[in-house]
């Protein structure tokens, strides 16, 4: 009886305003059965660093966040 902890980027979404959505599933595993799952979600900004992120998060954001992008946001940001 093996438990093992899997941790994986299950769903990555891009909004109009450029902002890259992430959800990380946490799920725990027995013998191959799954046990439990969690999620996690979190938000990458066009502008923001995400050099740390997993590697198709990483090609999503610097696909969509071009130099316009970040400008749009920018702006957006200081108007509200």
């Known amino acids: ?3 093992e902890k ?8 891009v909004l109009e305003s450029g902002c890259v959505q992430v959800r990380t ?5 027995e013998d191959g059965v799954q046990l439990s799952q969690s999620y996690h ?6 502008g923001d660093d995400y050099s740390g992120e997993d590697a198709r998060v990483q090609a999503i954001c610097a ?6 992008v970040i ?10």
Do not use: C, G, S
Not at 6 to 13: A, G, L, N, S
């Open 1 to 3: 009886m093996a438990l």
């Open 63 to 68: 696909a969509t966040h071009t130099a316009e």
């Open 6 to 13: 899997q941790t994986v980027v299950d769903k990555i979404e």
């Open 25 to 29: 599933a946490t799920r725990i595993m």
């Open 41 to 46: 979600r979190k938000v990458v900004a066009p």
């Open 71 to 80: 400008a749009a946001y920018q702006a957006a940001q200081t108007q509200e």
